[in-house]
Structure formats: structure tokens, C-alpha cells
């Protein structure tokens, strides 16, 4: 079974950083992309930031371009999003997916995303 649980969470000053973790467990291998998606109340999830395992690989938000880094360990199907700069616009539940094992190409469609976690709220206060 597969489960993807993330970590990370909290509330923070604007200005300030936080480190989110995702693990992902349970599929064959762990060659697939995975993402960050985030979502407020009665708005539709959004893409953050995506990564493939092929190097290189990393896809951001305009919003959050320059100010997020998303990183992983191939090894370990562990992804991070370390966020920096924080803004009260960036407030939210940050929730990880994972591809299906075998797809690695990093996308921003939701639907290509076969696993989700239950998320994570960060809220940044100004």
C-alpha cells in the first residue's frame, strides 16, 4: 500500500523560512516524479513546485520561483520544499503527491499525481 506522508508545517513570521519533507513509500521503485500542491478555503489546489529524478528537473510556480527550492533523495523517495522569503499570500495546506512508479516526467496536472498525503498547514503572518 502506498503512503505518502508529509511533515513540516507551522506558522511563521513573513519574511521567515520553513522546510516541508514528504515521504513516500510503498511502490516498486522509487524512480517518479513528485510534487507540492497547495490550497486555502474555497479555492481551487494549486501547483507549486514539481521534480523528475532525471537531474535538473525542478518546475516552480511564478509565485514562488527564486524563494522555494524543491529537492529530494532518490534513494529514499524523500522530497523537501524549503521555503524562504515567506508571504502572508503563501499561507495554506501544502499537500504532496507522487507519481505512479516507472513515470518519471515532473507536470503541474494534478490528475497525472496517482498518491496524495493529507497535507500540511503552513500559515505566515504578517
Known amino acids: 500500500q502506498v503512503q505518502v506522508v508529509e511533515s513540516g508545517g507551522g506558522v511563521v513570521q513573513a519574511g521567515g523560512s520553513l522546510r516541508l519533507s514528504c515521504a513516500a513509500t510503498?511502490?516498486?521503485?522509487?524512480?517518479?516524479?513528485m510534487a507540492w500542491f497547495r490550497q486555502v478555503p474555497e479555492k481551487a489546489r494549486d501547483f507549486v513546485a514539481a521534480?523528475?529524478?532525471?537531474?535538473?528537473?525542478?518546475y516552480y510556480a511564478a509565485s514562488v520561483k527564486g524563494r522555494f527550492t524543491i529537492s529530494r533523495d532518490g534513494a529514499e523517495a524523500t522530497m523537501y520544499l524549503q521555503m524562504n522569503n515567506l508571504k502572508p499570500e503563501d499561507t495554506g495546506v501544502y499537500t504532496c503527491?507522487?507519481?505512479?512508479?516507472?513515470?518519471?516526467?515532473?507536470?503541474?496536472?494534478?490528475?497525472?499525481?496517482?498518491?496524495w498525503g493529507e497535507g500540511t498547514q503552513v500559515t505566515v503572518s504578517s
Open positions: 503527491a507522487a507519481r505512479r512508479a516507472g513515470l518519471v516526467t515532473a507536470t503541474t496536472q494534478q490528475d497525472r499525481y496517482a498518491f
Open positions: 510503498g511502490q516498486s521503485s522509487a524512480n517518479y516524479a
Open positions: 521534480i523528475s529524478t532525471v537531474a535538473g528537473s525542478e
